[in-house]
């Protein structure tokens, strides 16, 4: 039987980030995961160049049923404290843009800075290690029961700690380890747990719209895509299963299932003054040219038919009906996802545990005392652009500070 202060069982980037902090007070802490490695999710993030946190952390970046619990650890440990960490360790960054901050190398550069935290200040990782169980005991204390993924035969361990984390992140990307055992412990604990819905992923399409994905898979535009009263400004990738890229990311954690979506493929332009005034200027210009210098040739071709346009039309032959029509197509395209790409390829879930659960200055839960939750299981989710990782950061700093004072 192992015994310590506190286990945190997920070596991604709350579990290391607390793990750390609380080691560097003198208490005994145990990471346990049941991945080969820690921080896989860390490692693929951002393009393999981690988006670690953005210059513009707001509340009003997240989701959640309560929209004001992640003020007070955001505003408790925020994107410059996390900044001045890894201008400490001197890794190279780059705003790539909208404040969105990447190494400039690899995010294993994030990774290493983590585990050497963890390192120098004596916390313990222990990975391929799965939890069979977890109880409370009637001391107060957690008992974990554990046996080694690699070698199976070998006897259960028993873990008793006095303080328990949870940072196992959510179900997205299962392909990397990601589970749902965070909720099912929770909700064996008791607490209110909202179901996960995939967030920040691909939609895809099963209509007549899906062909011309497919024709135009590679292209990207500029688009404003709107729906139930959310909108983003960002690039859409045609997909050949249907529309990915920023902007598509970003509006899917406001879509739900029968929703449809309002692209507005040329924003910032009035495209019915602009046919009418290059109706004038330019009257024997095709209108595949016309929509092509707008967008490109592929898109404007593509979608044009789709669409039902007449694409070797001559601006001069259309009337002002005919430019309405397709000023206000372009403006409000209407497009019904017949889904998204799931949990596959989704770089965050929705839902998680309720808000109401835990103190939001400190993480703990409410009704069980030394029991935590940090990071992606609770339901708090930022938009694209490193507002999840700060997440992770700015959670894991406040139950730090509550494991420090407290054990």
Known sequence: MTETDVVVIGAGAAGL??????????????????????????????????????????PNRYLSHNPHFCKSALSQYTQWDFIALVDQYGIPYHEKKDGQLFCDNKAVDILNMLLNECEVAGAYIRLSTAIDAVTRREDGRFELLTHQVRNPDQPPETVVANKLVVATGGPSIPTLGATGFGFQLAKDFGLKVYEPVAALVPFTLTSQLKQLCIDLAGNACRVDVSCNGQSFLDDMLFTHRGLSGPAMLQISSYWQSGDSLQIDLLPGLDAAEQLRADQHSNPKQQLKTWLSHKLNQAIADKWLAAMAFQADATLASLNGQQMDALADALHKWQVKPSGTEGYRTAEVALGGVDTDELSSKTMQCKQVEGLYFIGEVVDVTGHLGGFNFQ?????????????????
Do not use: P
């Open 391 to 407: 997440w992770a950061w700015s959670s894991a700093w406040v139950a730090a500070r509550s494991l420090i004072a407290d054990c």
């Open 17 to 58: 980030m607390c793990a750390a902090l609380t080691a560097a007070s003198g208490k005994q802490v145990l990471v346990l995961d049941h991945a080969n490695r820690a921080g896989k999710k860390i490692l693929m993030s951002g393009g393999g160049r981690c988006n670690f946190t953005n210059y513009y952390v707001e």
